[in-house]
């Protein structure tokens, strides 16, 4: 079956440590994003991807980075110098950005708590 | 500045009633617009989803939406409540040119009374 998968679904991460959180998708999407969510705050966009080899910043970047290798890879590293990384990270994709009448797909989260 | 405002933070129905969650956008052209549902530690599943034409779409699970251009609402509604309903939704907007570039509401979370 189509469809995004995150790993790992609990990460736990000692303060100063960077962390890489996974997403695969095998939709044939073009473009991946990354969401963090925060209670009562919504999804906030971090990075986003149109293409492989290409990548723009979302609402909240700081703190944070990205790849894109491959189009079925969209991996989000947690850097040390993200103040507040504990949250619900996640990962969607949906086709090539112009494609009318489509919509996002959502993975089913990685939890990052900083300990 | 775009937005997506639900007003409810949180509701609680009685099994078997009505509901309705708002969601008021503002926006500068005209959006598409979503609903997802997220039940606890879990991803986001749409519920349904407006691009054009009928203002009224349906969803999965019973429910539907109705889009009001005038008023910037894109309210949900499902007729009778079950308990499997109890979640968190969202309501989201974006533009035709880039529909994974979601804006969010902040959420409402639904509690269901048996």
């Known amino acids: 079956d189509g469809g995004i998968t995150q790993s790992p679904k609990y990460l736990f991460r000692k303060e100063g440590q960077n962390v890489t959180l996974s997403c695969e998708q095998n939709?044939?999407?073009?473009?991946m994003y990354w969401y963090r969510q925060d209670p009562g705050q919504g999804l906030r966009l971090i990075y986003y991807s149109q293409i492989v080899n290409d990548f723009q910043k979302g609402d909240i970047a700081e703190g944070y980075s990205v790849s894109r290798e491959k189009k079925e890879s969209f991996p989000l590293t947690v850097t040390s110098a993200q103040k507040n990384p504990t949250a619900f990270y996640l990962c969607?994709?949906?086709?090539?950005?112009?494609?009318?009448?489509?919509?996002?797909?959502f993975g089913q989260g990685t939890r990052l708590t900083v300990v | 500045a775009q937005s997506v405002t639900q007003p409810d933070i949180h509701i609680t129905v009685s099994e078997g009633a009505s509901l309705e969650l708002r969601c008021n956008y503002s926006y500068g052209a005209t959006p598409y617009l979503f609903w997802y549902v997220q039940s606890p530690g879990q991803g986001l599943q749409l519920l349904l989803k407006?691009?054009?034409?009928?203002?009224l779409v349906q969803g999965i699970k019973g429910f539907e939406a109705e889009f009001k251009r005038s008023q910037s609402s894109f309210n949900l509604r499902k007729p009778s409540v079950h308990w499997s309903d109890a979640a968190e939704y969202f309501c989201?907007?974006?533009?035709?040119?880039?529909?994974?570039?979601?804006?969010f509401g902040q959420g409402t979370t639904l509690q269901v009374k048996p």
């Open positions: 939709l044939n999407h073009d473009a």
């Open positions: 407006y691009f054009s034409g009928d203002t």
């Open positions: 989201a907007v974006t533009a035709p040119s880039n529909t994974g570039k979601l804006i």
């Open positions: 969607a994709s949906s086709k090539k950005a112009g494609t009318l009448n489509t919509e996002a797909f």
